[in-house]
């Protein structure tokens, strides 16, 4: 589990990154100074507010849609190989919903302010390297596969939910797919690309690029999860003080259910319970910061999720061990 320590540092690392900044702001400008320094404290902060914005729209928009045409290419198996892992990812997802339900009815919050942060789990930068390490090529591969389900339905049924504001608000928005929706175009040149243009140079540019392009995005997802958790209230912390388990240990028991009832065996099972029990996706972040759901909610889920998975992660371990999923 070393590298699994590793990346949780450079999680926080990243988040302490951004807190900081937000701390060192707004210390500056609730000192009294002279009227320039005030307005270049000002400036600062709305220079800041809009690089978030514009950066949640390039991942909206592009970095997310080119993760699921990226990921598309790269999967080589076939459906009848891959679809239990599919369907696994997506029942975990649906559970999480379900949970996610009873969560707003208790605490009196709105839907779709909860439901993602408590349904989407962290099921790349932390899932895909642990499950590798432990696991092998083939907890590398059911990983691949189990993220990629997560994503789209994440960035598609996930992002209309979460659009809606009201009830009585059509799900979809118009009654076409709405161009709003990027993933589900990306899903659609996904599978034509790997199709027809499997064994191009282009797939083989798309599958050598993302690495590095999702390195490069992740700091600054978090960076900006960091400078809102500065900013946060005690209500949004006392919130996911319940909701942090709810993701946790449901998606636990959700990746135990789906394994046996999809016949999952070996690394397959392992993966799917090491993956649904990880803390908050920051994209959940992502789509609440996009339509102005409760980013307060999201943030303090993938901080105190992330803390709390120093301990729970070792314990899902051992325990996939102790079954003998390997």
């Known amino acids: 589990m070393r590298v699994f320590f590793e990346l949780l540092f450079r999680v926080f690392v990243y988040i302490f990154a951004g807190a900081l900044s937000a701390r ?8 009294p100074k002279k ?53 696994s990812a997506f029942f975990v997802f649906f559970a999480g919903f379900a949970a996610a339900g009873v969560f707003a009815r208790v605490s009196g919050r709105e839907y779709r302010d909860v439901v993602l942060p408590i ?73 034509l690309i790997k199709w027809f ?32 958790t500065a900013r946060m209230k005690f209500a949004a912390w006392r919130l996911a003080a319940w909701g942090v388990p709810i993701r946790i240990f449901g998606g636990f028991l959700g ?4 394994a046996r009832i999809f016949g999952l065996e070996g690394a397959a099972a392992a993966v799917c319970v090491m993956s649904s029990s990880m803390p908050s996706a920051v994209n959940a972040y992502i789509l609440a910061s996009k339509f102005k759901a409760d980013e307060d909610f999201a943030a303090s889920m993938v901080l105190g999720g992330t803390v709390l998975s120093a301990v729970t992660a070792p314990l899902v371990a051992a ?7 390997r």
């Open 24 to 31: 060192l702001i707004s210390l500056s400008a609730g000192r």
């Open 35 to 87: 009227e320039e320094t005030k307005e270049r404290v000002s400036g600062a902060v709305v220079y800041l507010a809009t690089a978030e914005r514009f950066f949640v729209g390039v991942v909206y928009y592009f970095i997310v849609p080119a993760f699921i045409v990226f990921s598309l290419v790269q999967v080589t198996a076939t459906f009848a190989v891959i679809w239990r892992m599919a369907a």
């Open 197 to 228: 243009l499997a064994d191009s140079a282009a797939a083989d540019f798309m599958r050598n690029i993302y690495p590095t392009m999702s390195a490069a995005t992740l700091p600054m997802m978090l960076f900006f999860v960091g400078m809102k």
């Open 255 to 258: 990746g135990l259910a789906a």
């Open 319 to 325: 325990f996939v061990g102790w079954v003998g999923w």
């Open 119 to 191: 349904a989407v789990m962290n099921s790349a930068y932390l899932a895909i390297p642990v499950n590798t390490i432990l696991f092998g090529a083939a907890g590398a591969f059911w990983s691949v596969i189990y993220n990629v389900s997560v994503t789209i339905v994440h960035f598609t049924l996930g992002a209309m939910v979460v659009k809606r504001k009201n009830k009585k608000e059509n799900l979809l928005g118009t009654r076409f797919i709405p161009l709003e929706l990027p993933a589900l175009w990306a899903l659609a040149a996904g599978v």
